[in-house]
């Protein structure tokens, strides 16, 4: 039985100060509901989702609370639940890689991005390879962190015999009271935390998922593998990747980074699987994803320099409801003229703001100045 979560559309989470995330819902093609997530400014970078999220619960981590505010000041992110995980629906079975990949592609298509690009997290790695492979029109460049391009293509007899073995810890332990089964996943995922990290994950497990979903799903990840399809990307490729990880070993990135042309691998001081915030391990992943994004971002820059025309940075529609936002007319008002949903003008607008470096309250009135400047 399919259990559908609630409507979330437009509903805002406060991480403090000005950040600020809007969770959305996307439908895939067999009909889940998805779960996703917008914050931050600037070009858009969508997060290939790990199998352990809550978007709610998430944005309170004492373990990844720094991926959110600090990738949000340098990028627009958008990131979703897996199915059958966090806000997505629940009690899904079919967790299928080509499931998986039409879960990308309808939040891909929910957002409305044109271009963005594509980090992939851990178990998300078969998925961005085979969307890349399909939609490599869509990518500006591509990330892999932590990741690998399937879980037994290059695992070890010893990796081997721990995948077998963490079935029958999930099946024992996932929905006991106390952490005991629960923490040995945590151990491996944050040697390094604090004994209040290590309790979050402990905790993040059972709100993610329950039990049956924890197993079928694992299941059918383990058998995804897109090594077959890494020959044919053709994108800048970034492999990042603890040199301890305990959770994904190091020479699954080097398998990464060897099969893409041209990807570099960056080795990260660190035995988390999940950098932490007070390790410097995590200020190198930030200063090099950063640059790996500035490209991205070039555009955005062209419109207060180079560039002074504001159509050469966003599509005809996004104009069209620009130049009605400087006429004075509202979202409803825009939606009723264009034949649109409110929720399409506002995609739109959002996605405009991405392009024009533009966030907060203020985004609106300085992406029409712009227009009007320009015009």
């Known amino acids: 039985m399919l259990v559908a979560a609630a409507p979330y559309h437009g509903?805002?989470?406060?991480?403090?100060?000005?950040?600020?995330?809007e969770i959305r819902f996307a439908r895939s093609a067999d009909g889940v509901g998805i779960a996703y997530a917008v914050h931050g400014s600037g070009p858009p970078l969508l997060l290939d989702a790990c199998w352990l999220s809550h978007l709610q619960f998430d944005w309170e981590s004492p373990v990844w609370r720094h991926y959110l505010t600090d990738l949000g000041e340098v990028?627009?992110?958008?990131?979703?639940?897996?199915?059958?995980?966090?806000?997505?629906?629940?009690?899904?079975?079919?967790?299928?890689?080509?499931?998986?990949?039409?879960?990308?592609?309808?939040?891909?298509?929910?957002?409305?991005?044109?271009?963005?690009?594509?980090?992939?997290?851990?178990?998300?790695?078969?998925?961005?390879i085979e969307y890349a492979a399909r939609h490599p029109e869509r990518l500006t460049r591509l990330v892999f962190y932590g990741s690998y391009s399937g879980a037994e293509a290059a695992a070890t007899p010893e990796e081997l015999e721990?995948?077998?073995?963490?079935?029958?810890?999930?099946?024992?332990?996932?929905?006991?009271?106390?952490?005991?089964?629960?923490?040995?996943?945590?151990?491996?995922?944050?040697?390094?935390?604090?004994?209040?990290?290590?309790?979050?994950?402990?905790?993040?497990?059972?709100?993610?998922?329950?039990?049956?979903?924890?197993?079928?799903?694992?299941?059918?990840?383990?058998?995804?593998?897109?090594?077959?399809?890494?020959?044919?990307?053709?994108?800048?490729?970034?492999?990042?990747?603890?040199?301890?990880?305990?959770?994904?070993?190091?020479?699954?990135?080097?398998?990464?980074?060897?099969g893409i042309r041209g990807?570099?691998?960056?080795?990260?001081?660190?035995?988390?699987?999940?950098?932490?915030?007070?390790?410097?391990?995590?200020?190198?992943?930030?200063s090099e994803v950063t640059d790996f994004l500035e490209p991205d971002r070039r555009p955005s820059d062209a419109a207060d320099t180079a560039d002074p025309d504001v159509a050469a940075l966003i599509t005809p529609r996004e104009l069209d409801i620009l130049r009605l936002a400087a006429a004075g007319r509202d979202?409803?008002?825009?939606?009723?003229?264009?034949?649109?949903?409110?929720?399409?003008?506002?995609?739109?607008?959002?996605n405009a703001y991405a392009k024009l470096g533009l966030s907060g309250r203020s985004a609106r009135t300085a992406a029409v100045a712009r227009l009007l400047s320009h015009s």
Do not use: K
């Open 11 to 21: 509903v805002v989470d406060t991480l403090g100060g000005d950040v600020v995330q």
């Open 75 to 128: 990028a627009t992110v958008i990131r979703y639940d897996e199915r059958g995980h966090g806000l997505s629906d629940r009690h899904v079975t079919d967790h299928s890689l080509e499931a998986r990949v039409g879960d990308l592609e309808a939040v891909v298509e929910d957002a409305g991005f044109d271009r963005f690009a594509l980090l992939a997290t851990a178990q998300g790695g078969p998925v961005a």
């Open 162 to 258: 721990l995948l077998a073995a963490f079935e029958a810890l999930i099946r024992v332990g996932w929905a006991r009271p106390t952490s005991e089964f629960r923490r040995v996943f945590s151990s491996m995922m944050i040697p390094g935390g604090t004994e209040e990290q290590m309790r979050w994950i402990d905790d993040l497990q059972q709100r993610a998922c329950d039990t049956e979903t924890a197993v079928i799903s694992r299941a059918q990840r383990q058998v995804a593998d897109s090594t077959w399809r890494l020959p044919r990307i053709d994108l800048p490729t970034l492999v990042i990747h603890s040199r301890g990880d305990q959770m994904n070993e190091f020479h699954h990135a080097r398998h990464l980074a060897a």
């Open 263 to 286: 990807a570099r691998l960056v080795a990260l001081e660190s035995n988390n699987h999940i950098v932490l915030a007070d390790e410097p391990a995590w200020q190198v992943f930030l």
């Open 331 to 350: 979202n409803e008002a825009i939606a009723a003229e264009l034949f649109l949903s409110v929720r399409t003008v506002e995609r739109h607008l959002q």
